[in-house]
C-alpha cells in the first residue's frame, strides 16, 4: 500500500471513528431523552447508598426535586420500618457480592416527601465502572393498581368509573384468556377504534414468540390464584412499537374462588428505549475499539498481547489483529532497555500520556508512535495488565522535520551572500535533512542549465553531465521548431516541462522520480520517457534519481537534482515536499536575479543619465529642483547643477505662463504629459523652444511628489518646422488658385462646347445629305470631338474638386439594376458599332445601395469605355451579384489586357501604359483614378484582375441598404447597411 492509500484509508478510518463518536452522541442524548420524559422513576445511586441521577419520573412519583433529592440517601425513599433491612441487604451485596432481589422485579413501599405510603413495582439491576458499584431502579407506582385489586378482593362489583379513567391498559379476561371487558385507556394507547372487535377474542393472540409463552405463564399464575408478571413487545393496531409491563390478578366471588382475571398493562416503551440506547452505547464503544483509527491493544506486563484492533495491526505493519497477538510486544520496542523504560514509568505514574517513542514495524522500518496507556494493579501495587493505543505520530516528526530544513533554507535565501555560496549552503542543509549520496542545482546561464553547485557527484560525472544543449557536428545550438534550444536527457525533460503525468514516474507538478533505473529503463520506450535519455545516472550506478523544477510562477529556471546507488530511497509523499522547496527556490532565485537586473539596470540609468544628450530632470510641483543631469544644466546655460539649483524656478520660468499652467492640469489629470512644446528662458535670455515629456509620480494615497521628465532642444527643428507651415501654406493657396483657375476655365471651354454641339446638331439637319457621306463624316467628327473634349473637361474638375475636398456628393438610396441596365443600353451601341458583343447578368429581384447616382453613372460608363476601347473581339460580361451586406458588380472583357508592371499605377492620374504622340488608343489616363476616387467616396471597393493578351476582370463593391425610410423624393430617411 503506498502513501497515498495509506492516507486514504487512514482519512477513511478517522471519519468513521468521528461517525462512531457522533453515533454514541446521539444515543447519549437519545438516552437522555428517555431517561427524562418516561413517567416511570429512574434512579440511579452509588455503592454507598447516595442518589447520583434522578429523573422527572421520580419527582412525580416521590415530591423530590432534583436539587432537593441529588447527593442524599436512598432511605429517604424508604419507609422507617424498612430501612434497617435495605442497609444490611446492601451490606451484604458489597461484601459477598452475591445480589438478592437484584435482576428482578418486585413490589415493594415507598415514602413519599410529604410521608404517605406509596406501592411500587420496582426492577433492580447493577453495573461496575471504574472499580465502583452503581445501582439503577426502574420505579413504577401501582398504589392505585393494589388499590383496584383490593377493591375486586371485597367485591365482585367494582367501581368501573376508576378503572375507566385509567391511563394503562386494564382488561378483564375469563379464564381461558378471552377478553370480557376492555377500559378506555386500553382503546387509547392500542389505537383501537371499536372494542366490539376485539371482545371475545383471545387475549394471548396479541404476542407472539417468547412474550406469548411469558403471557401464557402469567395466565397460568393468576388463574392459580397468584399474580402474573412479565414485560412484552405488542404493537397497535396501526403498527406502532409498544414495550408493555403486565400484571395478571385473579377476581375471585366472595367464597375465594377464581372467576375472572384482570390484566393491567403499563406502556414502558420509553423506558426500553433507554435500556436499548445504553446497550447500542455499550456495543458502539465495542465497535469503536475494534474500527477505531487509534492503535487499540490490551497486554500483560511480560508482553502477551491480549486483545488489539486492526488499526493496531495496520500501524505495525501487520495484516490482522491474530497476526499481531502470535507476537510478543517486548518485540516491538528497539531494544530491550527501552521495554523496560516504558514500564518502570508506568508503574510509577500508574498511567502515561502523550508517550513519545520509535517502535519497530514488521518490516523493520521504524515508527514514531504516541502512546496513552492506563495500567491495571492488584491489591498488592502489582501490575497485571496493560490498556492503551497507540497513534502514528511517524507523518508529524517527518513535518516537523520538514519544517526545520524548510525554515534554515529559507534564513539562507534572505542572506545576502553571492548566488554560489547561498547554493552551496542549501545543498548541504538538503544532503543532511535527506542523506543522500549526491545533490545538484542547475540554473539557466546563457540558453544552457548548467550545474551551478552539486554535492557528492564525482568529478567526471558533473563534467560529463554539465550541460544540457544538444549541438550539432558544427557545435552549434540545435533548436526546436519554435527557435528553443533542445535540452537532452532527463534533465532537459523536467526544465522542458516535458513531463507526461499518465506515467507512473512523472508527477502533475512536472518533477521525475524512480526508486530503481535499471528496472525503469528496461521497461520504458524513448516515447514513455518523453525523449532520448543519455542514462548517465544510471550508468554512474545510481539507481534512485529525482529531478525536481525549480519554479519562478509559471516559469521553469532551473532544477533541483537527488541521486543515490541505493533503491527506494523516495516516496511519493517526500517528492512533493521537494516541489514545494524548489518552488521557493525558484522565486528566491528569481528574486536574486531580478535584484541583480535592477542594480545593472540603475547603473545604466546613471550613466544614461549622466551622458544623455536629452535633458533629464525630477521637480517637485511647487518647482523646486531636486535632479537635474548634466545635459538640462547645459541646455539651460548654467556651469554646474549648483549653479542651477540656487537660482529661481529655471525649470518652471516658461515665457508663456500658461504653458506653465497648461502643462501642470495635463500632467495632474492625466499622470502623464507627452512631447509638450513650450518656449523657455535660458539664464542669458536667450529664447529656446523645447519638447517636454513628464510622469507624475504619486504616493499611496494619491498625492503628487514630484514629476519626472525629459527635455528636449527643439529650436532648430522650430525653426524648419515654421518654414514647412508656411510652405504648406502658400501651396494650399496655390491648390486654391488651381482649382479655382480650373472651374472658370471648365466654364469658359464648355460654354463654346456647348455652342458648338448645339449648332453642329442644327446645320446637321439642314444640310445632311444621304447622297453626300463625306458630309455626315464631317458633323460627326465635330460632334465625337467636342464630345471628347468635354468630357475630359469634366473629368479633370471631377478630379480637382475631389482633391479638394469640393466635391458635392450625395448618398442616397438607389435600385443599382436600374443605373446598371441603363448604362447598359447606352454602351451597347458603341459596343455593337466595333462588332463586340454585351452580355448583362442582373438578379431577379431589385438591389439597392447607399451610393451616388452621378459617381455610379461615371464608374460603370468609365469601366465600360476602357472595356471596349481595349477589345477588338470577344464579349463583354456585366454581372450583378450581392455578398455580405454589398452589390458586387463584375465587368469582364477579352480584350488586349493590362500586364503586370503597370497594374501597380492603374489608379495613378494620368498615368497611360503607353505614352506619347503615337500611342495607339486616345485617353488622358484620368478614367481609372476617377473611377478610384468615386468608390472610395461612397465607401466601395474596387479590384482589377488582368492578364496581357486575355483580357480584364474589374469588380466594384457598393455597400447595401434596405428601402425602409425613402421619402417621396427617393432621399433617404434612414439606411440600414
Given at each position: 500500500m503506498d502513501i497515498k492509500e495509506k492516507t486514504d484509508s487512514l482519512i477513511s478510518e478517522i471519519a468513521e471513528r468521528e461517525k462512531a463518536e457522533e453515533d454514541i452522541k446521539q444515543s447519549e442524548l437519545k438516552f437522555r431523552s428517555v431517561f427524562e420524559s418516561t413517567n416511570d422513576a429512574v434512579i440511579i445511586g452509588d455503592s454507598e447508598g447516595k442518589i447520583i441521577m434522578w429523573n422527572k419520573g421520580a419527582q412525580d412519583i416521590f415530591g423530590y426535586s432534583s436539587e432537593e433529592i441529588l447527593n442524599q440517601s436512598i432511605t429517604l425513599l424508604i419507609p422507617e420500618d424498612y430501612r434497617e433491612k435495605h442497609t444490611q441487604g446492601m451490606e451484604r451485596f458489597i461484601k459477598t457480592q452475591k445480589p438478592s432481589m437484584l435482576g428482578s422485579t418486585a413490589e415493594l413501599e415507598g415514602l413519599r416527601k410529604d410521608g404517605s405510603i406509596v406501592t411500587l413495582l420496582i426492577s433492580l439491576s447493577y453495573w461496575e465502572a471504574d472499580s465502583s458499584i452503581y445501582f439503577s431502579a426502574i420505579i413504577k407506582d401501582i398504589t392505585s393498581r393494589k388499590k383496584a385489586e383490593e377493591v375486586l378482593r371485597e367485591s365482585e362489583e367494582f367501581n368501573r368509573r376508576i378503572i375507566e379513567c385509567s391511563n394503562d391498559c386494564i382488561n378483564i379476561m375469563d379464564l381461558e384468556g378471552r377478553l370480557l371487558f376492555m377500559n378506555k385507556g386500553s382503546q387509547k394507547l392500542l389505537e383501537i377504534e371499536d372494542v366490539t372487535t376485539v371482545l371475545n377474542e383471545s387475549w394471548l393472540d396479541y404476542w407472539e414468540g417468547i412474550d406469548n409463552q411469558s403471557a401464557i405463564a402469567a395466565l397460568t399464575k393468576a388463574r392459580n390464584g397468584g399474580i402474573g408478571n412479565f414485560q412484552g413487545y405488542c404493537p397497535t393496531m396501526k403498527g406502532i412499537p409498544k414495550w408493555w409491563d403486565v400484571s395478571i390478578v385473579p377476581i375471585t366471588s366472595s367464597s375465594g374462588n377464581v372467576e375472572q382475571l384482570l390484566a393491567t398493562s403499563r406502556d414502558i416503551t420509553e423506558s426500553k428505549n433507554a435500556e436499548e440506547a445504553l446497550k447500542i452505547s455499550e456495543v458502539r464503544f465495542c465497535k469503536l475499539f475494534e474500527e477505531g483509527l487509534t492503535g487499540n491493544y490490551i497486554s500483560t506486563p511480560d508482553g502477551k498481547i491480549i486483545s488489539c484492533n486492526p488499526a493496531f495491526a495496520t500501524i505495525l505493519g501487520f495484516n490482522s489483529p491474530e497476526e499481531v497477538i502470535k507476537q510478543n510486544a517486548a518485540e516491538f520496542y528497539t531494544g530491550k532497555e527501552k521495554r523496560e523504560v516504558f514500564l518502570n514509568v508506568l508503574k510509577q505514574n500508574k498511567k502515561l500520556e502523550f508517550f513519545e517513542e520509535q517502535l519497530v514495524r514488521k518490516d523493520g522500518k521504524l515508527i514514531d508512535v504516541v502512546e496513552n496507556v492506563i495500567g491495571k494493579f492488584d491489591e498488592n501495587g502489582n501490575l497485571v495488565e496493560i490498556k492503551g493505543y497507540i497513534i502514528d505520530n511517524t507523518k508529524r516528526k517527518e513535518a516537523e522535520q520538514r519544517q526545520i530544513v524548510t525554515n534554515k533554507i529559507l534564513s539562507i535565501l534572505s542572506r545576502s551572500n553571492e548566488l554560489q555560496q547561498l547554493v552551496k549552503d542549501i545543498l548541504n542543509e538538503i544532503k543532511i535533512f535527506t542523506g543522500f549520496e549526491a545533490i545538484g542545482i542547475?540554473?539557466?546561464?546563457?540558453?544552457?542549465?548548467?550545474?551551478?553547485?552539486?554535492?557528492?557527484?564525482?568529478?567526471?560525472?558533473?563534467?560529463?553531465?554539465?550541460?544540457?544543449?544538444?549541438?550539432?557536428?558544427?557545435?552549434?545550438?540545435?533548436?526546436?521548431?519554435?527557435?528553443?534550444?533542445?535540452?537532452?536527457?532527463?534533465?532537459?525533460?523536467?526544465?522542458?516541462?516535458?513531463?507526461?503525468?499518465?506515467?507512473s514516474f512523472f508527477t502533475k507538478g512536472g518533477s521525475f522520480w524512480s526508486n530503481n533505473t535499471?528496472?525503469?529503463?528496461?521497461?520504458?520506450?524513448?516515447?514513455?520517457?518523453?525523449?532520448?535519455?543519455?542514462?548517465?545516472?544510471?550508468?554512474?550506478?545510481?539507481?534512485?534519481?529525482?529531478?525536481?523544477?525549480?519554479?519562478?510562477?509559471?516559469?521553469?529556471?532551473?532544477?533541483?537534482?537527488?541521486?543515490?546507488?541505493?533503491?527506494?530511497?523516495?516516496?511519493?509523499?517526500?517528492?512533493?515536499?521537494?516541489?514545494?522547496?524548489?518552488?521557493?527556490?525558484?522565486?528566491?532565485?528569481?528574486?536574486?536575479?531580478?535584484?541583480?537586473?535592477?542594480?545593472?539596470?540603475?547603473?545604466?540609468?546613471?550613466?544614461?543619465?549622466?551622458?544623455?544628450?536629452?535633458?533629464?530632470?525630477?521637480?517637485?510641483?511647487?518647482?523646486?529642483?531636486?535632479?537635474?543631469?548634466?545635459?538640462?544644466?547645459?541646455?539651460?546655460?548654467?556651469?554646474?547643477?549648483?549653479?542651477?539649483?540656487?537660482?529661481?524656478?529655471?525649470l518652471t520660468g516658461y515665457v508663456d505662463s500658461q504653458s506653465r499652467k497648461k502643462f501642470k492640469e495635463i500632467i495632474e489629470k492625466e499622470g502623464i504629459v507627452y512631447g509638450f512644446e513650450s518656449e523657455w528662458k535660458k539664464i542669458d535670455g536667450e529664447i529656446i523652444w523645447i519638447r517636454e515629456s513628464a510622469k507624475a509620480i504619486k504616493d499611496e494615497n494619491g498625492k503628487t511628489l514630484y514629476y519626472e521628465g525629459t527635455v528636449e532642444d527643439i529650436s532648430e527643428i522650430k525653426k524648419v518646422e515654421l518654414a514647412l507651415i508656411s510652405a504648406k501654406e502658400k501651396a494650399e493657396e496655390a491648390n486654391r488658385l488651381k482649382t479655382g483657375f480650373i472651374s472658370a476655365m471648365s466654364h469658359e471651354i464648355r460654354t463654346p462646347l456647348n455652342i458648338i454641339l448645339g449648332y453642329n446638331g442644327v446645320l446637321k439637319d439642314l444640310f445632311d445629305d444621304p447622297s453626300n457621306p463625306e458630309l455626315s463624316r464631317y458633323f460627326?467628327?465635330?460632334?465625337?470631338?467636342?464630345?471628347?473634349?468635354?468630357?475630359?473637361?469634366?473629368?479633370?474638375?471631377?478630379?480637382?474638386?475631389?482633391?479638394?475636398?469640393?466635391?458635392?456628393?450625395?448618398?442616397?438610396?438607389?435600385?443599382?439594376?436600374?443605373?446598371?441596365?441603363?448604362?447598359?443600353?447606352?454602351?451597347?451601341?458603341?459596343?455593337?458599332?466595333?462588332?463586340?458583343?454585351?452580355?448583362?447578368?442582373?438578379?431577379?429581384?431589385?438591389?439597392?445601395?447607399?451610393?451616388?447616382?452621378?459617381?455610379?453613372?461615371?464608374?460603370?460608363?468609365?469601366?465600360?469605355?476602357?472595356?471596349?476601347?481595349?477589345?477588338?473581339?470577344g464579349t463583354i460580361t456585366i454581372e450583378l451579384n450581392t455578398k455580405n451586406n454589398h452589390a458586387i458588380c463584375s465587368i469582364t472583357d477579352e480584350g488586349i489586357g493590362i500586364s503586370d508592371e503597370y497594374q501597380k499605377h492603374l489608379f495613378e492620374t494620368f498615368s497611360q501604359e503607353r505614352v506619347g504622340y503615337n500611342r495607339p488608343y486616345e485617353g488622358t489616363g484620368l478614367g481609372l483614378a476617377l473611377t478610384k476616387r468615386y468608390i472610395d467616396l461612397m465607401n466601395g471597393k474596387i479590384k482589377i484582375e488582368s492578364k496581357k493578351g486575355v483580357g480584364t476582370n474589374v469588380s466594384f463593391s457598393l455597400p447595401l441598404a434596405s428601402r425602409r425610410g425613402r421619402d417621396e423624393n427617393n432621399n433617404v430617411r434612414q439606411l440600414t447597411p
Open positions: 542547475r540554473l539557466m546561464e546563457g540558453e544552457d542549465y548548467p550545474y551551478i553547485e552539486t554535492n557528492g557527484f564525482p568529478a567526471h560525472f558533473v563534467e560529463m553531465e554539465r550541460f544540457l544543449c544538444s549541438k550539432d557536428l558544427s557545435g552549434e545550438i540545435i533548436r526546436d521548431s519554435d527557435g528553443k534550444p533542445c535540452l537532452k536527457c532527463m534533465c532537459g525533460n523536467v526544465i522542458s516541462g516535458r513531463t507526461d503525468p499518465s506515467h535499471t528496472q525503469l529503463l528496461a521497461t520504458t520506450s524513448e516515447k514513455d520517457n518523453q525523449a532520448y535519455t543519455l542514462n548517465g545516472c544510471s550508468g554512474e550506478g545510481y539507481e534512485s534519481v529525482a529531478l525536481i523544477p525549480l519554479y519562478s510562477t509559471d516559469e521553469i529556471i532551473g532544477s533541483l537534482q537527488f541521486n543515490d546507488k541505493r533503491t527506494d530511497r523516495f516516496n511519493l509523499d517526500m517528492i512533493l515536499f521537494f516541489e514545494e522547496i524548489g518552488s521557493t527556490i525558484g522565486i528566491a532565485f528569481k528574486r536574486m536575479q531580478a535584484e541583480k537586473k535592477i542594480i545593472r539596470s540603475e547603473e545604466q540609468f546613471r550613466s544614461l543619465y549622466e551622458n544623455a544628450t536629452l535633458g533629464i530632470y525630477r521637480i517637485t510641483p511647487d518647482g523646486k529642483i531636486l535632479l537635474a543631469n548634466p545635459a538640462l544644466v547645459e541646455m539651460l546655460g548654467y556651469l554646474s547643477f549648483e549653479e542651477l539649483t540656487t537660482g529661481d524656478d529655471v460627326t467628327a465635330i460632334e465625337n470631338g467636342s464630345l471628347r473634349l468635354l468630357n475630359t473637361v469634366t473629368q479633370i474638375l471631377d478630379i480637382s474638386k475631389i482633391e479638394a475636398n469640393e466635391f458635392d456628393l450625395r448618398i442616397t438610396l438607389l435600385p443599382i439594376n436600374s443605373i446598371i441596365e441603363s448604362v447598359y443600353y447606352q454602351m451597347k451601341i458603341i459596343a455593337n458599332e466595333k462588332k463586340l458583343d454585351i452580355d448583362l447578368k442582373l438578379p431577379q429581384t431589385s438591389v439597392y445601395v447607399l451610393a451616388d447616382n452621378y459617381c455610379v453613372n461615371g464608374v460603370l460608363i468609365n469601366i465600360l469605355n476602357n472595356a471596349i476601347k481595349y477589345s477588338k473581339k
